[in-house]
């Protein structure tokens, strides 16, 4: 069964750590944020099918401006091609980013997620080979406490048999406190959950 949605486009069109910095022209925001190594830049490849978009690294941290990257989906049914925005933040919880740097990080991180106007919901990653640290809970409280839309997707699927995701998620609802929560198993090398998560935006793109 083919997919509803078929990305024709992705390109990198910005990096900013102020408002000044932002792409001048707007599109609807899709975010996402994670622990540093949870694997954000090979999601966003992988949804863009496109191999070198975000760049992948193996060094933590390496991510410390807000990446914009726009995409071009046709979606089933819409006669125009909708344009909007996949927005890589920093990752979180790294601990030899020095301090100083971690809350400027945070500053801007803040800054960008409380007053954009485009946001439409943000996609917190986490592995589901582990439960969620101290710092998942802490960002996924704070989202939901500022009213953000939140989807968690728990990236490396691959790397679990369905029957353990099937415990990982009800392990990562429990340490997160909400029984019925959507987790959205993804996997990156072979786009396990692509699709599922490509729905999910064309919902919002075509409100």
């Known amino acids: 069964m083919p997919d509803r949605v078929t990305i024709t486009q992705g ?3 910005a990096s900013a750590v102020k408002k ?28 863009a099918r496109t ?52 809350k400027i990080w945070s500053r801007f991180i803040e800054a960008y997620l409380l007053q954009s106007e485009d946001l439409q919901f943000v996609c917190q990653l986490m592995d589901i080979r582990h439960e969620p640290m101290a710092s998942d809970i802490e960002m996924f409280q704070w989202l939901v406490a500022k009213g953000l839309p939140v989807l968690v997707i728990a990236t490396k699927a691959d790397k679990l048999s369905r029957n353990e ?3 990982s998620i009800a392990a990562m609802r429990r340490a997160l406190g909400v029984a019925e929560l959507d987790i959205l198993p993804y996997s990156s090398v072979k786009n396990e959950g692509r699709s599922e998560l490509l729905d999910a935006i064309a919902n919002v793109l075509i409100e």
Request: glycine letters at 10%; one cysteine or more; a positive charge.
């Open 165 to 167: 995701q099937k415990k």
């Open 51 to 102: 191999k070198n978009l975000a760049r992948v690294s193996g060094q933590p941290g390496k991510t410390q401006t807000i990446n914009f990257y726009e995409l071009g989906a046709k979606i089933e049914g819409e006669d125009e091609r909708c344009d909007f925005y996949l927005v890589d933040l920093p990752g979180y919880g790294y601990a030899r980013t020095a301090k100083k740097n971690r």
């Open 11 to 13: 390109k990198y069109i």
């Open 20 to 47: 000044e910095q932002y792409p001048e022209v707007r599109r609807r925001e899709i975010v996402f944020i994670g622990r540093s190594n949870v694997g954000k830049s090979s999601l966003i490849n992988s949804l």
